[in-house]
Nanobody, 116 residues
């Protein structure tokens, strides 16, 4: 089992920046990929970004060039640097971990609101 705890959400103005962090605990040696998903009201949960243990990244089309994901394998943390934020980035952001046994684990979510 892996437990994930997110931090760093909040309210930011359009064009601003925000950094999310996620810390994993438990069977962290089993974690292959970590990432971020988001879900806006009335919409399906969508991929924001993911990163594998060897550093390969994948981004959702809507955030490419604006968001950057990073990972610290020693500390078992992942961070999401979000720049040039838009109102449509408003959502609950969830940290995600996929283990080598293909089980998927989720954090509790953190709210990001982009509004003037």
């Amino acid at each position: 089992q892996v437990q994930l705890v997110e931090s760093g959400g909040g309210l930011v103005q359009p064009g601003g920046s925000l950094r999310l962090a996620c810390a994993a605990s438990g069977s962290t040696s089993s974690v292959y990929s970590m990432g971020w998903y988001r879900q806006a009201p009335g919409k399906q949960r969508e991929l924001v970004a993911s990163i594998t243990k060897d550093g390969r990244t994948n981004y959702g089309d809507s955030v490419k060039g604006r968001f950057t994901i990073s990972r610290d394998n020693a500390k078992m943390t992942t961070s999401l640097e979000m720049n040039s934020l838009k109102p449509e980035d408003t959502a609950v952001y969830y940290c995600n971990a996929i283990l080598y046994d293909l089980s998927v684990h989720w954090g509790q979510g953190t709210q990001v609101t982009v509004s003037s």
